[in-house]
């Protein structure tokens, strides 16, 4: 396996010494199934840049 592909993974992935385990770190679009980006500005949102789905991230209120 490459360098890239080894640091690109990681970037996509983490991985639970303890348990053992490997978690998603973005969410799953439910359209295409593909991996969402999250974006901070100008609202905060998911955003799936393969069909184009977008979820909008609501604050907490207090």
């Known amino acids: 396996m490459s360098k890239e592909l080894k640091l690109y993974v990681h970037r996509l992935y983490e991985y639970d010494y303890n ?3 490997i978690k998603r770190k973005n969410k799953i ?3 295409c199934g593909s991996f ?5 500005w100008p ?3 998911w ?4 069909c184009g789905h977008t979820e909008f991230v609501r604050e907490a209120k207090r």
């Open 43 to 45: 609202v905060p949102r």
């Open 29 to 31: 679009c439910p359209r």
């Open 47 to 50: 955003h799936c840049g393969k």
């Open 19 to 21: 348990t053992g385990t």
């Open 36 to 40: 969402m980006a999250f974006h901070k």
